[in-house]
C-alpha cells in the first residue's frame, strides 16, 4: 500500500479449460515487510465492527 509502503501482490489463476471443479490457484505471493514491524497482537477483531442486520437488510 501506499501508506505503509511495502510490496503486496497476490497472482492467481482460474482455468476456463480442464478445471472441472472450478478452482481458483494462487500462483504468487510476495509479502515483504521492510520498514515497520509486524505486531500481531495489534491486530483485534471484535464484534462491534461487522455489520449488524439492519445494516445487511438495507
Known amino acids: 500500500?501506499?501508506?505503509t509502503q511495502?510490496?503486496?501482490l497476490v497472482n492467481v489463476s482460474y482455468p476456463k479449460i480442464n478445471n472441472i471443479e472450478?478452482?481458483?490457484?494462487i500462483t504468487k505471493i510476495v509479502d515483504t515487510h521492510e520498514n515497520h514491524l509486524l505486531n500481531p497482537?495489534?491486530?483485534i477483531f471484535e464484534d462491534e465492527k461487522?455489520?449488524?442486520a439492519?445494516?445487511?437488510a438495507d
Open 6 to 8: 511495502y510490496l503486496y
Open 22 to 25: 472450478r478452482s481458483i490457484f
Open 54 to 56: 439492519k445494516m445487511l
Open 50 to 52: 461487522q455489520f449488524t
Open 1 to 3: 500500500t501506499k501508506k
Open 41 to 43: 497482537s495489534k491486530i
